[in-house]
């Protein structure tokens, strides 16, 4: 069994930045392949990156490419989500994922585990 916490989340102005922080804990953090997905009001929920157990390979939506950037400290059990030329419709409630696989995955059904989630918000 795997725990996660989101933090970092808040109020940000267009062109703003927020660093997202996922805690993890319970078994071998290092094990796990990880991900960022968001759901937005009266939308579904979607992919925003991914990582895979080493941290060696990364891939976005192309909708936050250039922008945001997946990384993690496995000796710290932390996934991050740093969030540059923030946008209005990046407002969302921002979840962290993780997967048995260890890979970079993209689709919601491949991860295991999942936090509570925390609120970004986007306005001027």
């Known amino acids: 069994q795997v725990q996660l916490v989101e933090s970092g989340g808040g109020l940000a102005q267009p062109g703003g930045s927020l660093r997202l922080s996922c805690a993890a804990s319970?078994?071998?953090?290092?094990?796990?392949?990880m991900g960022w997905f968001r759901r937005a009001p009266r939308k579904e929920r979607e992919f925003v990156a991914t990582?895979?157990?080493?941290?060696?390979?990364?891939s976005y939506a192309d909708s936050v490419k250039g922008r945001f950037t997946i990384s993690r400290d496995n000796a710290k059990n932390t996934v991050y989500l740093q969030m540059n030329s923030l946008k209005p419709e990046d407002t969302a409630v921002y979840y962290c994922?993780?997967?048995?696989?260890?890979?970079?995955?993209?689709?919601?059904?491949?991860?295991?585990?999942w936090g509570q989630g925390t609120q970004v918000t986007v306005s001027s």
């Open positions: 994922a993780a997967s048995v696989y260890g890979s970079v995955l993209y689709r919601a059904n491949d991860y295991n585990y």
């Open positions: 990582i895979n157990r080493s941290g060696g390979t990364t």
């Open positions: 319970g078994r071998t953090f290092s094990n796990y392949g």
